[in-house]
């Protein structure tokens, strides 16, 4: 079974649309990440929730609104797509370390799923 | 804000062979850890090794081993008797402590790896 499962792998679609991309983990984390590769393979992160609560958001436009309906998912949907917006979006989860924990867990590495390629025409 | 440089944009290494791939990066905090993503033409992202600031000792994951110099914000990966299938692009990453969230990524280095 795959760990982060997002779909669709590809998304081809005209300026001015609205599409959703989708992302499952399996690995039973609370934190759930957006990351946008752009064309020159930079990776930089976009959102992420923790048990469903928004804890970044990093200077993305609001016509991209993630939602998460339970800890396993996380969902993107962006509105009135744009050229620029052409890029690889993956999703990534990890188990976050909350202060009080007690013994130090050296772990919150964070799983991707394989990317979703947005190309806007 | 943190920063990662990886000044080297493309690397070659002759098959068996040894490379080391760069990576500096920029904190005020004393508290993080260090990771180095693999990500080949199939586009996902594999965890190669991670680092963590308080541990002295370099890690090593079997050909994959690091050099890390926390005074001199410095880690590198070293990768030995290199495999066809190493051929990759490699992203260095820094995440700010134990209850950090966020990975900052550098640019990455294309990896090529000569038969």
Same mark, same amino acid.
């Given at each position: 079974? =795959?760990?982060?499962?997002?779909?669709?792998?590809?998304?081809?679609?005209?300026? &001015?649309? @609205?599409?959703?991309?989708?992302?499952?983990?399996?690995?039973?984390? @609370? =934190?759930?990440?957006?990351?946008?590769?752009?064309?020159?393979?930079?990776?930089?992160?976009?959102?992420?929730?923790?048990?469903?609560?928004?804890?970044?958001?990093?200077?993305?436009?609001?016509?991209?609104?993630?939602?998460?309906?339970?800890?396993?998912?996380?969902?993107?949907?962006?509105?009135?797509?744009?050229? &620029?917006?052409?890029?690889?979006?993956?999703?990534?989860?990890?188990?976050?370390?909350?202060? &009080?924990?007690?013994?130090?867990?050296?772990?919150?590495?964070?799983?991707?799923?394989?990317? =979703?390629?947005?190309?806007?025409? | 804000?943190?920063?990662? !440089?990886?000044?080297?944009?493309?690397?070659? %290494?002759?098959?068996? +062979?040894?490379?080391?791939?760069?990576? !500096?990066? $920029? !904190?005020?905090?004393? $508290?993080?850890?260090?990771?180095?993503?693999?990500?080949?033409?199939?586009?996902?992202? #594999?965890?190669?090794?991670? *680092?963590?600031?308080?541990? *002295?000792?370099?890690?090593? +994951?079997?050909?994959?081993?690091?050099?890390?110099?926390?005074?001199?914000?410095?880690?590198?990966?070293?990768?030995? $008797?290199? *495999?066809?299938? $190493?051929?990759?692009?490699?992203?260095?990453?820094?995440? +700010?402590?134990?209850?950090?969230?966020?990975? %900052?990524?550098?640019?990455?280095? #294309?990896?090529?790896?000569?038969?």
């Amino acid at each position: 079974d =795959t760990a982060v499962s997002q779909t669709p792998k590809y998304l081809v679609t005209q300026m &001015g649309n @609205d599409k959703s991309i989708k992302c499952e983990q399996n690995l039973g984390h @609370d =934190t759930m990440y957006w990351y946008k590769q752009d064309s020159k393979k930079f990776l930089k992160i976009m959102f992420s929730y923790n048990n469903k609560e928004l804890i970044i958001n990093e200077t993305v436009p609001n016509r991209f609104s993630p939602k998460s309906p339970d800890k396993a998912h996380l969902n993107l949907h962006i509105n009135s797509l744009e050229l &620029g917006d052409s890029a690889v979006y993956f999703c990534a989860s990890s188990q976050q370390v909350h202060p &009080g924990q007690g013994v130090r867990r050296a772990k919150n590495i964070q799983y991707f799923g394989a990317g =979703t390629r947005l190309s806007v025409l | 804000a943190q920063t990662v !440089t990886q000044s080297q944009p493309e690397m070659s %290494v002759q098959e068996a +062979e040894t490379v080391t791939l760069s990576c !500096t990066y $920029d !904190t005020s905090e004393s $508290d993080y850890y260090l990771f180095w993503y693999k990500q080949p033409p199939s586009r996902q992202m #594999i965890l190669v090794i991670r *680092q963590e600031a308080y541990k *002295q000792q370099n890690a090593t +994951e079997n050909r994959f081993s690091v050099n890390f110099q926390k005074a001199a914000k410095s880690f590198s990966l070293k990768i030995s $008797d290199s *495999q066809l299938g $190493d051929a990759a692009m490699y992203f260095c990453a820094y995440k +700010e402590g134990e209850y950090g969230n966020k990975l %900052v990524f550098g640019a990455g280095t #294309i990896l090529r790896v000569k038969s």
